[in-house]
């Protein structure tokens, strides 16, 4: 069946500039939706929404409150470098709120039922920002923040955050480790921006399978290595929502990282996922654009995931 999966966005993520110089720049979004209108049959099945703007209130969920103000403070003084590589423009605000707003629309209309599956192509991306640092291109974890918001705002219990990023999801790391009931599997280039990640980092409850890999294998190795590190993370652990840290600069020819991914194997991973969903938990997975780098690709790439939600793996 399809027709139950959301494309969501939000025409505020567009307006934040960090310059065409940038790798992250405007350009990435555009390229989804060109590749979106290429694809007919694919747009016309999947329900396109826009997201809203998550209120301070929710993004304390993962952020301490002085950041939050100093990265707001920032904006309205017209914007600035937050870090080496973090540029935020006086569009930044509405922009990252968005973003993280984008995902706990996810969020609700997956609990509702009326959209279990959605992909959100929002930017800035998250999964390096920290609880009070913005860091790699992320002002706010916008993936963390949802998974505090699915179980305080929804009351579910167990989530599980899969991260396909070439790089260590070190912010969604360290906003979610403390809660043993959110599991967060990432697998990354080793070693790599950001350093971190190292298999033997658990995080203090044991909740964390990092899955470090190195540059150049056959994909079909990324592919094992992930759906293991899935594995071991659901033993005995059956998940209420699976969140997905979609980062598309895994695909071969990003040129911030080494790994061999091409299309089939997204459409493969999230068929994998999707049918995982729809055995633990009514077929819920919210997932969240991260990184990527070659927008032409990442677009079809994001195709090639959309499509793979839209098909209900089990009748
Ligand atoms: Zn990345």
Do not use: K
Not at 178 to 191: A, C, G, L, R, T
């Amino acid at each position: 069946m399809r027709g139950r999966a959301a494309f969501i966005s939000h025409s505020d993520c567009g307006r934040h500039d960090t310059g065409w110089g940038h790798p992250e720049h405007v350009g990435r979004l555009r390229a989804i939706t060109r590749a979106l209108r290429d694809d007919p049959a694919l747009f016309s099945a999947i329900e396109h929404l826009e997201g809203r703007h998550a209120t301070v209130a929710e993004l304390e969920l993962a952020h301490a409150a002085d950041y939050i103000r100093q990265v707001r403070g920032v904006i309205e003084n017209g914007g600035g470098r937050l870090d080496a590589d973090t540029i935020v423009s006086d569009g930044s605000w509405d922009a990252a709120t968005a973003g993280a707003g984008c995902a706990l629309t996810a969020v609700d209309l997956s609990v509702a039922g009326e959209y279990p599956r959605s992909f959100s192509a929002v930017r800035p991306p998250g999964h390096h920002a920290v609880a009070d640092r913005a860091m790699g291109f992320c002002l706010f974890g916008n993936v963390a923040v949802a998974a505090h918001y699915a179980r305080q705002q929804h009351g579910l219990q167990r989530i599980l955050i899969i991260d396909w990023d070439v790089h260590h999801g070190n912010g969604t790391q360290a906003l979610v480790e403390s809660e043993p009931d959110i599991h967060f599997v990432s697998m990354h280039q080793w070693p790599w921006y950001p350093g971190t990640g190292a298999r033997e980092d658990r995080g203090p409850h044991d909740s964390v399978w990092n899955v470090p890999m190195p540059p150049g294998l056959s994909p079909d190795r990324y592919v094992a290595a992930l759906e293991a590190g899935v594995d071991a993370a659901t033993e005995g652990f059956v998940p209420d929502l699976i969140l997905i840290s979609a980062g598309f600069d895994s695909l071969a020819g990003d040129p911030l990282g080494g790994f061999t991914l091409e299309l089939d194997h997204f459409d493969e991973l999230t068929g994998s996922i999707v049918a995982r969903a729809e055995s633990w938990c009514g077929g819920r997975v919210v997932s969240v654009l991260e990184g990527g780098y070659t927008p032409e690709r990442v677009g079809q790439a994001c195709v090639r995931h959309l499509a793979a939600l839209a098909v209900d793996r089990v009748s």
